[in-house]
């Protein structure tokens, strides 16, 4: 849990928005491994070490009937980039829909990221720009929450 939750922190900095996170061992764990996983986790070791991680959680099309794995993390530490290591990752997700019958592999890129939106273009993803997502959170959310 604790490489995990560095290399969380890690992405975070390098999305400049570390001052964001709030995930500790404990939540990450109870996530990961609790009664009802909210999360699953795939890494990447080097020489035994954690150099990469794919966090990812199940979603659900209402068009196709099926599953689908939204990717919410996919980081690999800067000393360990180029080596296919995020591209194997990725990969292993995709098997991993395929297996489980799901219909799409989802994920988020910030607009500002050229590195990581290449790369995904090159594997043949393709950006749903016709969609925006929309978030509540803090005080949006407990307000509209207690609006009722």
């Known amino acids: 849990m604790p490489v995990l ?20 061992d404990m939540m990450l764990e109870r ?3 609790g009664p ?10 080097v020489d035994d070490l954690i150099v ?6 199940r979603s659900f099309s209402t068009w196709t009937g099926r599953p689908g794995i939204y990717l919410e993390d ?8 180029g080596l296919g290591i995020g591209r194997a ?7 991993l829909a395929l297996d489980e019958d ?7 890129v910030l607009d500002w990221n050229q590195p990581a939106i290449a790369f995904y273009q090159s594997i043949g ?17 407990r307000d509209f929450a207690s609006s009722l």
């Open 125 to 141: 993803a393709v950006a749903t720009d016709e969609w925006t997502r929309y978030r509540l959170a803090g005080s949006a959310l």
């Open 5 to 24: 939750v560095e290399l969380i922190g890690e992405l975070a900095e390098y999305e400049r928005a570390h001052d964001e996170v709030e995930i500790d």
């Open 36 to 45: 009802e996983p909210s999360v699953f986790a795939r890494v990447a070791t």
């Open 102 to 108: 799901c219909r799409r592999l989802e994920w988020s």
């Open 89 to 95: 990752l990725l990969a292993s997700l995709a098997r």
């Open 74 to 81: 996919l980081y690999v530490r800067p000393a360990h980039r």
């Open 31 to 33: 996530a990961l491994f």
């Open 52 to 57: 990469g991680m794919a966090l990812y959680y």
